[in-house]
């Protein structure tokens, strides 16, 4: 019983309509039908879910969580969910989240994560009291792998009421979900209304490894509509196997709307094999579940239902649609065009003025050979070399013009196989055999005959074929597949030991590799064995990391991640706050068991006919692909000094994209009074957070860093690298030192000066250390985006003939940080136009948000002027090996083009202002702030002439005060203000007149 999520449904507005707009009425008034009026006390709940006696935390498809799914009567508003265990039976407990309040379809759902594996019982508490909660019995998890089903249908649902006579009057609804692979076909109920149809459900296979798809017809006939604008609400269960899922939904009344018809190829070699899908959807697009759809006279046929006119013959039933809308023909005849139509009265004969019609076309064609090609069915590129043992993971493919499978092609393939450091390369004799009905050949397993009988090496394997010559048509070859192979092992990030905490948790971390690199997607199988005395064993399936199954205590499988890692939690029993801890020691073995989840393909020793040659040459071979690990869980020990080493990996100061590797050495006490000679604690764990950037896995050399996934492929610019948090814990292992790789990206600190500096805290037992790492952009890697523009404040859009535009450098590095100091040398494409920087020869350095502007442009005649700056930042990009390589790179920047011109200088905007004080005539010149600079005289009117009495340059704002004796008492005195020219304004004159 499985559940994406609680469940959303219509608007209480919405339902309200679709309830008036067509659902038939019954005259009783205990027809009401919305979920709280169908649970018969109007204080208590019913569960919908849990009507099978199991739970699970499989995956059904969707997720894997554990779905509760209640009723409740009308005065109930909330449900709280409650459970217990078989180790507290009589203890209740809530389940996470909180009171549950009714949804849009009128039932309590809740999604449950982190099911306990001893759950004993799941009850309902109403807020209406404990006296109406209600309570099923659910057996322990006792296995994880229980198949789960989970619905899809849900909210607003479709309800088609068939017009067919009996046996096929139904009222049927689509139900479509998911359930994990293996699981029978689910039985489909209505859960709330009780309505007592029966259902026909059909299991669809899948693609996919985990899960298939259903769909469902189920009727609903005798459901009680309401009678007035109430919605018509239903609860709908799934169950299969032992476990269960529910959902709520609301009815609409369904008007059939269309019908299409889809080939299932287009172009047919044998028509008679055409399988043509149809689909009825209703007027909102929705699928109609038990809809009747024919094959006849749909397209042509006037004559009013009788004889037929056209080439379809007579009118052919085709069968009733399923949960998902559809009705497949698979009875076609030839090469034609096939008329359909769905019965939407009850009539079977086509009535063109109510039945939906629709055609499909089916046409003939002769194939011929086009083309060849080798599938790497996992798309992998390295291989343990005991995978390819088996035939599962190449097959050669023959298609047609149309890209179909063509059979009874020749095909003749080898294997060139290069051994790693020794021995020549050799080649096989190519395999003649001919596609089958599928158009494929199955490459076989690889053995040692494939080598000459040798025993096959490590190396690279290509595999070649071919479309021999045939009737002189060309030989045509396919794109050889080249893959790498060699021995894995399972290493563990602790070494050979680990300490755990004692009655504590403890995750095993394992990686599965070879020589070439991780292999993911494999299977591993796993044990624990707690040793004599023990109680360790497999934490609890809802607390396993993503891609392990628990198949019994201390027992299970994990898939291994994209990393070729895999992760197991084990948990040490606690012990009652009286009783002294026991330290135990115990043993993980881990061994990989299969190429994917469903391959149980042994990555060990089962090469060659007796099932290990491979020995004579890797003396360790049928071990390499298990290993163990012991798992000692004790008290931690005191912690009593901790050494942090810096080491800049890559050369030079650190930068962003320059990590720091940490080397950390953790020391213990040993008895003396003398700390220098502390021990180095092995397999002790230690957390490491930074406060910007991030860790990655630790490295030594820029050589074993990990790169980021995306930015891990030949070319790719370097300095991208895994990004596991700010925090994380690792362990001193069995070499007792520890460490992780601090690197920086994006921080907007480097725009001001290019430094940051990022704090480190190292914390092993109840001690911490910091150490500080000052990364400074101005070493970056490789130059990004960079810009040539104009200054803040810089004249914009045309410039005037005279005036200056300063310019700025902006360089950018690949994460986006603004690095400044970086060289570069300007020019311009202008003859009349010029420039000038702050370094010699032309030379400039790019700039921070901080500096100013570096260079300057000006003209004294009109131009066109374009700046122009080069630089050679170099660049490092990612080698075929995924080592750094370091080239040359010159980078060319230019402006947006400046256009000198001769404009018409503006006006000053001169004016005249004056008070008199009694004894002085106060004068303020004032000018728009453009005029700063310009020299003005203040004249004043003397025996009919004008007198000049003051000369001033305007400030930086345009203006100024002038002081003059007033000589002439309370008699009005005439002042004039006259501004000069100058490069950015013409001259102006102000008056005014004093008493």
């Given at each position: 019983?499985?559940?994406?999520?609680?469940?959303?449904?219509?608007?209480?507005?919405?339902?309200?309509?679709?309830?008036?707009?067509?659902?038939?009425?019954?005259?009783?008034?205990?027809?009401?039908?919305?979920?709280?009026?169908?649970?018969?006390?109007?204080?208590?709940?019913?569960?919908?879910?849990?009507?099978?006696?199991?739970?699970?935390?499989?995956?059904?498809?969707?997720?894997?969580?554990?779905?509760?799914?209640?009723?409740?009567?009308?005065?109930?508003?909330?449900?709280?969910?409650?459970?217990?265990?078989?180790?507290?039976?009589?203890?209740?407990?809530?389940?996470?989240?909180?009171?549950?309040?009714?949804?849009?379809?009128?039932v309590?759902?809740?999604?449950?994560?982190g099911?306990?594996a001893?759950?004993?019982?799941?009850?309902?508490?109403?807020?209406?009291?404990?006296?109406?909660?209600?309570?099923?019995?659910?057996?322990?998890?006792?296995?994880?792998?229980?198949?789960?089903?989970?619905?899809a249908?849900?909210?607003?649902?479709?309800?088609?009421?068939?017009?067919?006579?009996?046996?096929?009057?139904g009222?049927?609804?689509?139900?479509?979900?998911?359930?994990?692979?293996?699981?029978?076909?689910?039985?489909?109920?209505?859960?709330?209304?009780g309505?007592?149809?029966?259902?026909?459900?059909?299991?669809?296979?899948?693609?996919?490894?985990?899960?298939?798809?259903?769909?469902?017809?189920l009727?609903?006939?005798?459901?009680?509509?309401?009678?007035?604008?109430?919605?018509?609400?239903?609860?709908?269960?799934?169950?299969?196997?032992?476990?269960?899922?529910?959902?709520?939904?609301?009815?609409?009344?369904?008007?059939?709307?269309?019908?299409?018809a889809?080939?299932?190829?287009?172009?047919?070699?044998?028509?008679?094999?055409?399988?043509?899908?149809?689909?009825?959807?209703?007027?909102?697009?929705?699928?109609?579940?038990?809809?009747?759809?024919?094959?006849?006279?749909?397209?042509?046929?006037?004559?009013?239902?009788?004889?037929?006119?056209?080439?379809?013959?007579?009118?052919?039933?085709?069968?009733?649609?399923?949960?998902?809308?559809?009705?497949?023909?698979?009875?076609?005849?030839?090469?034609?065009?096939?008329?359909?139509?769905v019965?939407?009265?009850?009539?079977?004969?086509?009535?063109?003025?109510?039945?939906?019609?629709?055609?499909?076309?089916?046409?003939?064609?002769?194939?011929?050979?086009?083309?060849?090609?080798?599938?790497?069915?996992?798309?992998?590129?390295?291989?343990?070399?005991?995978?390819?043992s088996?035939?599962?993971?190449?097959?050669?493919?023959?298609?047609?013009?149309?890209?179909?499978?063509?059979?009874?092609?020749?095909?003749?393939?080898?294997?060139?196989?290069?051994?790693?450091?020794?021995?020549a390369t050799?080649?096989?004799?190519?395999?003649?055999?001919?596609?089958?009905?599928?158009?494929?050949?199955?490459?076989?397993?690889?053995?040692?005959?494939?080598?000459?009988?040798?025993?096959?090496?490590?190396?690279?394997?290509?595999?070649?074929?071919?479309?021999?010559?045939?009737?002189?048509?060309?030989?045509?070859?396919?794109?050889?597949?080249?893959?790498?192979?060699?021995?894995?092992?399972?290493?563990?990030?602790?070494?050979?030991?680990?300490?755990?905490?004692?009655?504590?948790?403890f995750?095993?971390?394992?990686?599965?590799?070879?020589?070439?690199?991780?292999?993911?997607?494999?299977?591993?199988?796993?044990?624990?064995?707690?040793?004599?005395?023990?109680?360790?064993?497999?934490?609890?399936?809802?607390?396993?990391?993503?891609?392990?199954?628990?198949?019994?205590?201390?027992?299970?499988?994990?898939?291994?991640?994209?990393?070729?890692?895999?992760?197991?939690?084990?948990?040490?029993?606690g012990?009652?706050?009286?009783?002294?801890?026991?330290?135990?020691?115990?043993?993980?073995?881990?061994?990989?068991?299969?190429?994917?989840?469903?391959d149980?393909?042994?990555?060990?020793?089962?090469?060659?006919?007796?099932?290990?040659?491979?020995?004579?040459?890797?003396?360790?071979?049928?071990?390499?692909?298990?290993?163990?690990?012991?798992?000692?869980?004790?008290?931690?020990?005191?912690?009593?000094?901790?050494d942090?080493?810096?080491?800049?990996?890559?050369?030079?100061?650190?930068?962003?994209?320059?990590?720091?590797?940490?080397?950390?050495?953790?020391?213990?006490?040993?008895?003396?009074?003398?700390?220098?000679?502390?021990?180095?604690?092995?397999?002790?764990?230690?957390?490491?957070?930074?406060?910007?950037?991030?860790?990655?896995?630790?490295?030594?050399?820029?050589?074993?860093?990990?790169?980021?996934?995306?930015?891990?492929?030949?070319?790719?610019?370097?300095?991208?690298?895994?990004?596991?948090?700010?925090?994380?814990?690792?362990?001193?292992?069995?070499?007792?030192?520890?460490?992780?790789?601090?690197?920086?990206?994006r921080?907007?600190?480097?725009?001001?000066?290019?430094?940051?500096d990022?704090?480190v805290?190292?914390?092993?037992g109840?001690?911490?250390?910091?150490?500080?790492?000052?990364?400074?952009?101005?070493?970056?890697?490789?130059?990004?985006?960079?810009t040539?523009?104009?200054?803040?404040?810089?004249?914009?859009?045309?410039?005037?003939?005279?005036?200056?535009?300063?310019?700025?450098?902006?360089?950018?590095?690949?994460?986006?940080?603004l690095?400044?100091?970086?060289?570069?040398?300007?020019?311009?494409?202008?003859?009349?136009?010029?420039?000038?920087?702050?370094?010699?020869?032309?030379?400039?350095?790019?700039?921070?948000?901080?500096?100013?502007?570096?260079?300057?442009?000006?003209?004294?005649?009109?131009?066109?002027?374009?700046?122009?700056?080069?630089?050679?930042?170099?660049?490092?990009?990612?080698?075929?090996?995924?080592?750094?390589?370091?080239?040359?790179?010159?980078?060319?920047?230019?402006?947006?083009?400046?256009?000198?011109?001769?404009?018409?200088?503006?006006?000053?905007?001169?004016?005249?202002?004056?008070?008199?004080?009694?004894?002085?005539?106060?004068?303020?010149?004032?000018?728009?702030?453009?005029?700063?600079?310009?020299?003005?005289?203040?004249?004043?009117?003397?025996?009919?002439?004008?007198?000049?009495?003051?000369?001033?340059?305007?400030n930086?704002?345009?203006?100024?005060?002038?002081?003059?004796?007033?000589?002439?008492?309370?008699?009005?005195?005439k002042?004039?203000?006259?501004?000069?020219?100058?490069?950015?304004?013409?001259?102006?004159?102000?008056?005014?007149?004093?008493?």
């Amino acid at each position: 019983m499985i559940s994406s999520g609680i469940k959303r449904g219509l608007a209480a507005s919405a339902v309200s309509a679709l309830a008036v707009a067509g659902l038939p009425l019954l005259a009783t008034s205990a027809s009401a039908t919305p979920i709280a009026t169908q649970v018969g006390n109007a204080d208590g709940v019913e569960f919908y879910s849990q009507q099978v006696p199991g739970i699970s935390a499989k995956n059904d498809g969707t997720n894997t969580t554990v779905s509760l799914v209640t009723g409740g009567g009308a005065n109930v508003t909330s449900v709280a969910y409650q459970y217990t265990t078989s180790a507290a039976p009589a203890t209740w407990v809530d389940v996470p989240g909180g009171l549950v309040a009714r949804n849009a379809d009128g039932v309590f759902a809740a999604d449950w994560t982190g099911v306990p594996a001893n759950v004993a019982q799941v009850r309902a508490v109403p807020n209406t009291g404990l006296a109406n909660a209600v309570v099923v019995t659910a057996p322990t998890i006792v296995d994880a792998t229980a198949n789960t089903v989970e619905l899809a249908s849900e909210g607003s649902l479709g309800v088609f009421q068939a017009p067919y006579g009996a046996g096929r009057n139904g009222d049927y609804v689509g139900v479509t979900g998911t359930v994990s692979q293996g699981s029978t076909a689910p039985n489909v109920t209505d859960a709330s209304a009780g309505t007592a149809g029966a259902d026909t459900t059909t299991l669809e296979t899948t693609t996919s490894t985990t899960s298939d798809t259903f769909n469902s017809v189920l009727d609903i006939d005798g459901y009680p509509y309401s009678t007035g604008s109430e919605p018509n609400q239903i609860a709908i269960n799934a169950a299969t196997n032992n476990t269960d899922d529910a959902e709520g939904s609301t009815l609409y009344v369904q008007t059939i709307g269309s019908i299409t018809a889809t080939p299932a190829t287009q172009d047919r070699v044998d028509p008679t094999t055409a399988e043509i899908t149809l689909t009825v959807l209703d007027t909102q697009g929705k699928p109609v579940a038990g809809a009747q759809v024919y094959r006849g006279s749909a397209d042509t046929d006037t004559d009013g239902g009788g004889a037929d006119t056209d080439t379809d013959g007579p009118e052919t039933l085709v069968g009733y649609t399923d949960g998902r809308g559809q009705v497949k023909d698979t009875t076609t005849t030839g090469a034609a065009t096939y008329g359909y139509y769905v019965n939407t009265t009850g009539n079977t004969a086509y009535e063109p003025a109510v039945d939906k019609a629709t055609t499909a076309t089916v046409t003939t064609y002769t194939p011929a050979f086009t083309t060849i090609a080798i599938q790497n069915e996992r798309s992998r590129t390295n291989f343990d070399i005991d995978e390819l043992s088996d035939s599962d993971d190449f097959t050669i493919v023959t298609t047609d013009q149309k890209n179909a499978p063509i059979a009874n092609i020749p095909v003749e393939y080898r294997y060139i196989i290069d051994p790693s450091g020794v021995g020549a390369t050799y080649t096989s004799p190519y395999v003649a055999t001919v596609s089958d009905a599928n158009g494929e050949v199955v490459v076989p397993g690889l053995t040692d005959a494939s080598y000459n009988g040798a025993p096959v090496p490590p190396g690279t394997y290509t595999i070649e074929a071919r479309r021999p010559n045939v009737n002189g048509t060309g030989l045509q070859n396919a794109t050889p597949v080249t893959v790498n192979e060699s021995e894995s092992e399972i290493t563990y990030s602790e070494g050979a030991s680990a300490n755990a905490p004692i009655n504590g948790d403890f995750t095993v971390t394992g990686n599965l590799a070879n020589t070439d690199g991780n292999l993911a997607g494999r299977l591993v199988s796993f044990t624990y064995n707690p040793g004599v005395g023990g109680d360790a064993t497999t934490a609890p399936q809802s607390e396993q990391p993503a891609g392990t199954t628990i198949t019994a205590p201390g027992q299970g499988t994990a898939i291994t991640d994209a990393n070729g890692n895999f992760s197991v939690k084990l948990r040490d029993q606690g012990v009652p706050p009286n009783v002294t801890p026991t330290p135990e020691s115990g043993t993980f073995t881990a061994t990989a068991t299969g190429e994917d989840a469903t391959d149980g393909t042994s990555l060990k020793g089962n090469l060659g006919t007796d099932g290990d040659t491979e020995a004579a040459s890797l003396p360790n071979a049928p071990a390499n692909a298990s290993q163990s690990l012991t798992v000692n869980f004790q008290a931690a020990a005191t912690v009593t000094s901790i050494d942090v080493n810096l080491d800049e990996i890559y050369g030079g100061v650190a930068a962003p994209g320059r990590p720091v590797d940490l080397d950390i050495v953790v020391h213990g006490a040993d008895g003396d009074a003398n700390p220098n000679n502390d021990p180095a604690l092995q397999d002790t764990p230690v957390t490491i957070t930074v406060d910007k950037g991030f860790l990655s896995p630790n490295a030594e050399t820029a050589q074993d860093v990990t790169l980021a996934s995306g930015h891990d492929s030949t070319g790719d610019l370097w300095g991208f690298f895994k990004n596991d948090g700010t925090s994380k814990t690792v362990s001193t292992g069995d070499s007792a030192e520890a460490g992780a790789i601090a690197a920086i990206e994006r921080d907007p600190g480097f725009d001001d000066d290019g430094l940051v500096d990022m704090v480190v805290t190292v914390k092993a037992g109840n001690t911490t250390v910091t150490r500080t790492i000052s990364f400074d952009d101005r070493f970056m890697l490789n130059q990004g985006a960079s810009t040539l523009e104009r200054a803040a404040g810089a004249p914009q859009g045309d410039v005037n003939v005279g005036e200056e535009v300063p310019f700025q450098l902006y360089v950018h590095d690949q994460f986006g940080n603004l690095v400044g100091d970086q060289d570069a040398r300007i020019s311009d494409d202008s003859t009349v136009a010029d420039f000038r920087t702050d370094g010699d020869f032309d030379s400039t350095r790019s700039d921070f948000t901080t500096n100013g502007p570096g260079i300057v442009a000006f003209s004294n005649a009109p131009a066109v002027q374009t700046l122009m700056a080069a630089m050679q930042p170099g660049e490092v990009l990612v080698d075929a090996n995924d080592d750094p390589d370091s080239n040359s790179k010159n980078v060319s920047v230019k402006s947006d083009p400046i256009n000198w011109v001769n404009k018409a200088k503006p006006s000053p905007e001169l004016t005249l202002k004056g008070s008199n004080d009694g004894k002085t005539d106060v004068l303020f010149a004032n000018a728009a702030t453009r005029a700063h600079g310009a020299t003005v005289k203040l004249y004043k009117r003397a025996n009919g002439a004008w007198k000049l009495v003051g000369t001033a340059t305007l400030n930086k704002f345009g203006n100024h005060h002038f002081r003059v004796a007033d000589k002439n008492g309370k008699k009005i005195t005439k002042y004039k203000a006259v501004a000069q020219p100058t490069a950015r304004t013409t001259s102006g004159t102000g008056t005014k007149s004093l008493r």
